[in-house]
């Protein structure tokens, strides 16, 4: 009996030590690792009934899981405005370096939003907020989504035609709306086909099968469904297989794993789903870029949807492999074509090019095509024979670059396009846009000139275009057209192209003074080098530019900033031409094997002249 007792004693002795020791070294472990962390990031989720956002937080936790300098606090705001913005403010209180928001409303959570940035960099996700009081936001291009699925439902129901049903998530949704309305733009041309009914499931599969079994109910022909998330989409399917139906579903967010979209796809629940990234993963990344201080964060960054069918969700399914490229360490080859040296704004684009590639370490190619699209195409089948390894171009214009893009393809070399867009836009000929959005740019210098012109009084404007074609003057002229128009005393009474060069903006504000005289209030040039023109031409008239007539000009150039140092412009909209250091960024990861957003915005701003002098030291083109 005494043995037993002292062998008690023993192991109880033993666990007590043990237990100790444990505690000890769990102690100092997590001591070590709160060591580690130098940046607390708080992530303000709108709510978590979504299985969509549950993802996102995977994501977030994962990609943070990379990094052992950084601890992330999670609130969820349970579909609450109101319960977000304390959210919001606790994480300030908290003292997070970095926030990360998916917001509940939009307008709602502009004001705090707002708010946190004037503290810290915010990155917003999914939901955009009003206003550009932010630092970056990521997220999907829902009205491109939509007109995706309505391609794919008509290339479903090919010449025959056929009912369709559409299953949304909950009404009011910016990406509800942006969803069903691209989808409806492609389906109106199509008159065999026809949307018999809308339900409304609120992102929940049970609601989907319940609306889908009543529905089936009373609709005795359904050919297609359309569900704006997978998760709706398996609650179709399960009213399909309850009511002994068949029907072709196609489904939202194509997410990996068990039960997500591709999974679906596999086993033929879905014909087919459109991925739809969380951006979760990306907002980490650039969450550390964003608190390290890199270079070239962008203002906004689209994040690229695939056709998932069962035609490829095999292969989609596969791992991302870096390419062979990177494993046998060879320098990055890339084939450049400029269009020209047509302004200042281009010359700063080709040299930031050129040292971000040296910076790199990237071989460059560069050619330079004296704005003519035919010596750019030249250039890219030129590309193509030296088998670079990436080609990057800024098109002169709009149209016309889908043949040798398809060259491209066909080679499987990758295409970036940098600066300007392309008409038609089909993404699945290049990786990634990396550039301005032009159209806000002209929206901005609209803008600029109703805060600062007489309200009431007529106001003649006189238009500078850029080169035909391009998608910068096409954007600048639509953007400004748009804001104005609402103002019936606004009237651009001359618009022409001027090529955005000094010499011939100088051409087109000749011949409007001919024209109009005295009668021009305001020139609006579709960029800098073209105002920079325009006010010498003016002088040569007699006016004064900045004074009797006003100036708005888009780029941000250091002439420009230097003219109204003058007092001869009176705003400048910034367009960045440092572009180069993003570009070589992307073509590093898309060479590491990562897959690239389909948009990338720079971040830009607008300058009036009062703020000239603070701005023009630090201006570096
Ligand atoms: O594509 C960007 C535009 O091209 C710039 O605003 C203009 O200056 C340049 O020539």
């Known amino acids: 009996m005494r043995g037993r007792l002292q062998f008690a004693g023993l192991v109880l002795l033993l666990f007590v030590l043990f237990a100790a020791a444990w505690g000890y070294f769990y102690k100092e472990s997590q001591q070590a690792a709160n060591d ?6 708080g992530v303000s989720q709108a709510n978590l009934i979504e299985p969509w956002r549950v993802v996102m937080n995977r ?50 959570l502009t004001p705090i939003v707002a708010e946190a940035y004037k503290h810290i960099p915010v990155i917003v996700l999914d939901r955009g907020v009003q206003g550009y009081d932010y630092t970056l936001y990521i997220g999907p291009d829902n009205r491109a989504i939509g007109r995706e699925v309505g391609k794919y439902t008509a290339e479903l129901l090919e010449s025959k035609g056929g009912n369709v049903v559409e299953i949304q998530g909950p009404k009011g949704l910016p990406s509800v709306r942006d969803r069903s309305e691209g989808f409806w733009d492609i389906l109106r041309q199509y008159p065999g086909i026809k949307v018999t009914d809308i339900i409304v499931a609120d992102w929940q599969r049970d609601k989907a099968e319940d609306e889908m079994v009543k529905l089936l109910d009373r609709q005795s022909k359904v050919d297609v469904v359309f569900a704006h998330s997978d998760y709706m989409a398996l609650g179709a399917y399960k009213a399909a297989a309850a009511c002994g139906r068949n029907f072709e579903i196609i489904g939202v967010d194509g997410f990996t794993g068990a039960g997500g979209g591709l999974e679906l796809v596999q086993a033929g629940v879905l014909q087919g789903t459109f991925t739809c990234d969380t951006g979760g993963k990306e907002a980490v990344q650039y969450a550390v870029d964003i608190l ?19 035609g490829n969700v095999f292969d989609c399914l596969k791992p991302e492999t870096g390419k062979e490229q990177q494993k046998s360490n060879r320098k990055i080859c890339l084939g450049f074509s400029q269009l020209g040296a047509e302004s200042d704004w281009r010359k700063a684009n080709s040299k930031s090019i050129k ?49 040798v893009l398809e060259e ?8 970036i396009i940098l600066d300007r867009a392309i008409q038609p836009d089909d993404d699945s000929l290049y990786e990634s846009f990396i550039g301005s959005d032009f159209r806000e740019e002209g929206r901005r210098a609209a803008r600029w000139l109703l805060e600062n012109s007489r309200n009431g009084q007529p106001v003649t404007i006189v238009e500078l275009a850029g080169t035909v074609g391009s998608a910068p003057a096409i954007d600048r002229q639509q953007g400004f057209a748009e804001i104005i128009s609402a103002y019936s005393q606004y009237k651009i009474i001359y618009s022409a192209p001027g090529d955005f060069t000094q010499a011939e903006g100088k051409e087109v504000m000749q011949e409007a003074l001919r024209i109009y005289g005295n009668g021009i209030q305001v020139v609006y040039a579709h960029n800098d080098d073209m105002a920079l023109g325009a006010i010498q031409a ?12 006003l100036i708005v000009s888009v780029d941000g150039t250091k002439a420009a900033f230097a003219a109204m140092l003058a007092g001869k412009l009176n705003c400048t909209v910034e367009c960045t031409p440092l572009l180069g250091p993003q570009l070589m960024q992307a073509i590093s990861g898309l060479m590491a094997g990562r897959k690239l957003p389909v948009r990338i915005i720079a971040a830009e701003g607008v300058f009036p002249q009062e703020t000239a002098h603070r701005e023009y030291p630090y201006r570096t083109y």
Do not use: C
């Open 36 to 41: 580690q962390v130098e940046f607390l990031i």
């Open 59 to 108: 994501e977030i936790i994962e990609e943070a899981a990379k990094h052992k300098n950084i601890r992330i606090i999670f609130t969820d705001a349970a579909q609450s405005s109101q319960k977000q913005i304390k959210d919001v403010e606790q994480l300030l209180q908290q003292g997070v370096d970095l926030l990360i928001i998916s917001p509940n409303d939009s307008a709602e």
């Open 292 to 310: 390290n201080h890199e270079r070239g964060i962008p203002k906004k960054v689209i994040l690229r949807s695939k056709k998932i069918t069962r």
């Open 355 to 403: 040292e971000a590639a040296r910076a790199a370490d990237i071989e460059l190619l560069f050619m330079e095509a004296n704005q003519e699209q035919e010596k750019q195409i030249q250039a890219i089948r030129y590309f193509i024979t030296q088998k670079v390894d990436v080609i990057a171009f800024s098109p002169v214009v709009e149209n016309g670059w889908t043949e």
């Open 408 to 415: 491209a393809k066909l080679s499987g070399i990758p295409v």
């Open 538 to 549: 003016i002088e040569e008239f007699g006016l004064r530019p900045g004074k009797d007539i």
